[in-house]
């Protein structure tokens, strides 16, 4: 009796990874099959190259994706610096009050709602952009680069301390050792043999920017053109779905957010895959 | 005094994480003696106690071939065969580790652990079961009066000893020993010493020591496991 | 050169340090000074009494009441999905698959981990519109196609926080329990498991925060901007952090906007007490759960 129990209880633990495996091709065969007639008869590459311009039956996604590496690449431009700055502020330079500070509100700002973000850049960023710029509305590319480098700072910030504390201690302290500072420590030890955890934070955060929904759909002011400047209205993939859901659902229109979600999932796998040649899931998982 | 023998070990190889620990193995340990295994350190005794209740199939990269037969009943039976159970197997040989590690449960828990998980019921002779096993021990003393406290509160000697006893819970016909001695001060492993000597009777006892004096004072046989050989030894330094 | 590059790292590690916190200071605080006057019952009942709204025996029409019952509602659901299939998939990860299995199910789930959640959002949707045509005409997008698509937005973390747990048990524990006869499910369940609690539960947590925090994907699967207190899984429904969205595009009057802010300091403040939970049962969260899409 009990026996058969337990081969049930296994059965269902199978079952369920199967089942969760299942989901992650499964969402990738929708997209797929429901963007089919937009792909077929040779259409795949107009799709990538051609404008958006649906009253001329032009349904090419090039400006968001265009718009999507903009937005998100100039995002780690700004982030990344900062990221750094800030982990190694945090485990490097100082010890006290301000590494503890700095820490505790990194963690805090992990669990800030991403809408949150956009609404108070709506608010406060925008207006300031508009002031300052002269930039037209404000909704441009800079107002969601700024926002989105707060939104995916922290988690890059806690990637880069935690592999600054992965290198063994019998290394820095040989450099302390012979009279070295904690600064020269870090530059020549500490940091050459912490990359795989950098590139592996860079690669995730930027995987985050690339899929973020509300902070770019908020305020980067939505227009479908290919974003010429920082103060260009840019629309982003991601965007771009939430913005043509409302559409008609037979409409080619609609079949184009299939084809922005199979880019989006084919980018973000792409990331995925880069992690785990990199340093493999074992870095992640601390 | 003719011996009986209770496990018999045939062409075992076993290698674990490349390494070679056994080559082409066979040897035999009597019944209701203790037999040491000694060599030298990293040459895998530790892992050769874990074919004999086949823990070492949890380890990820070992690979073994070979057999090994023990005696339950009258019959020999291949302990690596399919049909016989894993878990069948595991209560008829005991292990006690070389670092005590009673689970994170009271005293009462830990002994009671093994016929829990048996499927046994928790009555009034698991009560008395628990007891005798203290006892046996020498435990009992020690904490009868405070059973239900966590058994991580108890000294290094204390544990390890709780350890034996709960492996003795389940009356097993073989016991393994890892260096059960090494994490203890002199006088718990002079206890745990004599413990192995009054269980003789009653089960085939096989304990990996690298104290050569320990092995002289309780062992009736000697294994040698060096560069994947293993050689029985014959005692010679009775009086 | 060198001296150079010695001098200006720390300057500069305290220029980005600054930078952050007054960024950070500026979004929280200029939120809730907006927002803290519109704080009260009002902000949640409306003109309705709270006894009443609470009974349903009157409907709450401004307030965020029917948006804070649809988030609630949304998330409990998300996760009574979630937790037994994650954490099952979790538990066979760890402890059964091995070798190229174990492999390819990895790369699967950190695939699913990396999805951006419109795209889980839209797969909620198609999968909607799928089932409208081939399984009854009834099916729209509502509560629970939401809180399925959430579930799936949330699985791979908590299958990773689970296999994460497990994993990182000390191996003698593991053997503990097996030598003594048990079975392996027994050793599971027995032992592993409660001894990697605070690990499960802190990712459960984190994934709570998300799932209550989440708006592409119930924009794509049923969320609107008016429903009331969900009546059925089926009707459509509110929730904060949509209502969030809607009211900074659509807002008509200032009296709305600030029950914006309002709803955005309370999202905040549930999402953080979450967080703070989550820290608190496991001082060292697992970074791999921090991570979102």
Known sequence: MIRINEKTIEKFFFLSAFFSALVTCSIFAFLFVLGLPLFSGGRFFSIITQPWAPHLGHFGIYPMIAGTLAVSLLTMVVAFPLSLGCAILISVVDRGKMSWLLRKTVEMMTGVPTVIYGFVGIFLLVPLVREIFEAGSGMCVLSAVLMLT??????????????????????????????GTEIQKFLYVTLPHSWTGIVIGFTLSLGRALGDTLVALMIAGNAVQVPGSLFDSARTLTSHIALVFAADYNSMEFKAIFACGIFLYLFTTILVCAVRLVGGRRKMAG | MAETVKIKTRNLSFSYNGKRILRNTSIDFAENKIAAIVGPSGSGKSTFLLTLNRLWESIPNCNLEGRVEMKFGNTFHDIYQKKYPVTRLRRQVGMVFQAPNPLPMSIYKNVVFPLELAGRKDGEDARIMVEQCLKKVGLWGEVCDRLD?????????????LCIA???????????????????????????????????????VLVVSHYLDQVQRIADSIVELQDGDMKGRSLVFAA | MRKFVEKIVPLFSWMCGIVLLVAIAGVLGYLFLKGYRSLGLKLIFGTTPPLDAFLMRRPVFNGLFPAIVGTFSLVFLAICWAIPVGMAAGIYLAEYAQGKT?????????????????????????????????????????????????????????????????????????????????????????????????????????????????????????????????????????????????????????????????????????CLVLFGLAFLIKKRVNLYSLYRA
Do not use: W
Request: charged letters at 15%; a negative charge.
């Open chain 1, 150 to 179: 707060l939104l995916v700072s922290p988690t890059m910030i806690l990637f880069f301390c935690d592999s600054f504390e992965r290198v063994p201690r019998s290394y820095g302290d040989a450099v302390l050792a012979v009279g």
């Open chain 2, 149 to 161: 406290t966590s058994a991580l509160s108890l000294s290094g000697g204390q544990q390890q000893r």
């Open chain 3, 102 to 270: 174990k492999q390819i199910l990895d790369l699967f789930f950190d695939v699913m981990a990396g999805l951006p959640s419109v795209v889980v959002g839209l797969f909620g949707f198609s999968v909607t519109v799928f089932l409208n045509r081939n399984l009854s005409g009834r099916i729209y997008p509502c509560l629970f196609i939401s809180s399925i698509a959430l579930a799936f937005l949330v699985l791979p973390y908590i299958i990773r926080t689970t296999q994460i747990a497990l994993e990182g048990l000390p191996g003698s524990l593991r053997m503990t329990a097996l030598a003594l006869g048990a079975s392996r499910l027994q050793n599971i369940v027995r032992v592993l498991l409660p001894q990697s609690l605070s690990g499960i539960i802190s990712g459960v947590i984190l994934a709570i925060g998300r799932c209550a925090e989440d708006t592409a994907v119930i924009m794509l699967t049923g969320v609107v901007a008016s429903a009331g207190v969900p009546r059925s899984l089926l009707s459509p429904y509110e929730a904060l952090p949509f209502y969030i969205y809607y009211i900074s595009s659509q807002y008509v009057d200032q009296e709305e906007l600030a029950t914006g802010y309002g709803a955005a300091i309370i999202l905040l403040f549930i």
């Open chain 2, 166 to 204: 709960r492996a003795m819970m389940l009356q097993p016909e073989v016991l393994l020993l890892d260096e059960p001695t090494s994490s203890l001060d002199h006088k718990a492993a002079a206890a745990i010493e004599e413990l192995l000597v009054d269980l003789k009777g009653q089960c085939t």
